[in-house]
């Protein structure tokens, strides 16, 4: 089985998600569909079909957890250098053809949120980042076509 690379924060966060749908989640959609049961006819209870709906969604959701969680292996990062783009580090650069400065940090795939600022090793960018360095300028093939970057910084 491939092991997945994550950080000791994401997979805490992966944990405390599926504790959460685990112990407070399905004991209340489980409620729910009690609830909704004693209202009588389930062929036209909007209520019941609602709570029947949520609960797939949830069970779904705590079994991609724990598969996920399954495959994770935790990659400390602590004492990373800042020589080179690595796991858990973080990248600045410049978009070499818009002048835009953007930063990410490198993580495993279950925890990426381009939002947040995360971008994973596996994604086309986050493969082109890894082993650069400082000053290097990066040509990574995008589903928005082509980007050069170049590498301000790397903070550990």
């Keep these: 089985m491939q092991r997945t690379p994550i950080t ?8 405390i998600e599926l504790q959460r749908l ?7 959609v489980i409620r729910a569909i009690e609830e909704a049961r004693g209202h009588g006819d389930l062929s036209e209870n909007a209520e019941y079909d609602a709570a029947k709906d949520k609960q797939s969604l949830i069970e779904g959701r ?6 996920k969680l399954s495959q994770c292996e ?3 990062i602590s004492g990373n250098s800042n ?3 690595i796991f858990g580090a973080k990248v600045v650069m410049e ?10 940090r490198l993580v495993g795939p279950y925890e990426a949120d381009v939002q947040a600022g ?3 090793v596996t994604s086309p960018i986050g493969k082109a980042l890894i082993g650069k360095t400082e000053g290097d300028e990066v040509r ?7 980007k050069m970057l170049e590498i301000l910084e790397i903070l550990g």
């Design 8 to 15: 000791a924060e994401g997979y805490e966060k992966l944990k």
């Design 22 to 28: 685990q112990r407070e989640e399905r004991p209340a």
């Design 62 to 67: 705590i079994q991609d957890l724990t598969q």
């Design 74 to 76: 935790v990659i400390e």
């Design 83 to 85: 020589d080179k783009a």
């Design 95 to 104: 978009d070499l053809h818009t002048g835009e400065v953007i930063s990410y």
């Design 118 to 120: 995360t971008i994973s």
């Design 140 to 146: 990574v093939q995008t589903p928005k076509g082509i």
